[in-house]
């Protein structure tokens, strides 16, 4: 059974938990997760299930939408609620202030990530140092806000905002940058993530519904098949001698391919089909011999 599942993780659990749970209820399924969410957040937790575990990268590239709340005039270690209060100042913003911090913050940037992430420094986990008390210069990383709209602002301190970005995204960081803008300092004190990739929340379901369809034995009425869930990338045809060659892992060349998109540029990554089956991830090279697709995942 390959494929991904459209996962609810509420709040109290890490991603990692959801995980386990699942593998427990789901022998003997090889089972994993794209795009962690903190164990206080909850929201779209992509699982992927037998071979599509080796596309979880792909699927955490996706853009990602999530809903937070951001306290005001106070500053916390971990830059959520969960952290320990290290400053607090008073709050002397009125709503302009607010929206103005908030939408300057949108386009290509570089954030700093936090301390308490999962980054490795030196092979340890960054949390693992900052609970020893010790800070390490983090390189800033390329991100991207798509978009960040305010939903609703309580004075004196409440502010609630859905954003829009690329992987990679600390939305807590941004909280505590917006904060740092205002003045005033935040942190984040709420976070669903409704979106990853073509997986929304709507169609999320909780682990007691799928234990109980994986008893009824309708699980796969729940299971996206890789290819659907990899919608973002192109797809090419291959003919039955490209056909052999990509089960070979073998480059594709013009005379193995029947059709391919005009717009890709060298990296992309594409789907690779013979007829209606998905047979493998590829991508777009350049070589001595001339442009080719190289397969990366093969799933047949």
Do not use: W
């Not at 494929?3 to 890490?14: D, E, H, L, R, V």
């Not at 779209?44 to 792909?58: D, E, F, H, N, S």
């Not at 301190?157 to 690329?166: A, G, I, N, P």
């Not at 996206?224 to 060349?253: C, H, M, Q």
């Amino acid at each position: 059974m390959d494929g991904i599942i459209n996962m609810y993780k509420p709040a109290g659990m890490t991603s990692n938990d959801v995980v386990m749970t699942l593998r427990r209820r789901l022998k003997p399924l090889k089972v994993g997760h794209a795009g962690t969410l903190d164990p206080d957040a909850s929201g779209v937790l992509p699982i992927c299930l037998g071979k599509a575990t080796r596309v979880a990268q792909y699927i955490v590239d996706g853009e990602k939408v999530y809903i937070a709340e951001m306290t005001l005039g106070i500053v916390t270690d971990t830059q959520d609620a969960s952290g320990q209060v290290i400053e607090q100042r008073p709050i002397n913003v009125d709503v302009d202030d607010i929206y103005d911090a908030a939408y300057s913050f949108k386009g290509k940037q570089q954030q700093v990530p936090p301390m308490y992430s999962a980054i490795k420094h030196d092979g340890v986990p960054l949390y693992k140092l900052a609970r020893r008390g010790q800070s390490i210069v983090r390189t800033p990383r390329d991100i991207e806000i798509y978009d960040i709209s305010i939903l609703d602002i309580q004075f004196p301190d409440r502010v609630l905002f859905k954003v829009r970005c690329s992987k990679g995204t600390y939305i807590r960081t941004l909280c505590h940058d917006i904060g740092q803008k205002l003045g005033c300092g935040a942190h984040m004190s709420y976070l669903l993530r409704t979106q990853v990739a073509n997986f929304y929340i709507k169609d999320s379901v909780d682990l007691d519904m799928v234990e109980q369809m994986y008893r009824q034995g309708t699980l796969g009425d729940i299971i996206t098949p890789i290819d659907k869930a990899l919608a973002a990338f192109d797809s090419i045809y291959v003919n039955r001698e490209g056909y052999e060659r990509t089960l070979n892992g073998s480059s594709l060349y013009k005379m193995h391919v029947e059709h391919v998109p005009q717009d890709l540029s060298i990296g992309d990554i594409v789907k690779i089909y013979y007829n209606d089956e998905f047979l493998a991830l590829g991508r777009l090279s350049e070589q001595d011999t001339g442009k080719c697709v190289k397969p990366v995942r093969v799933f047949v």
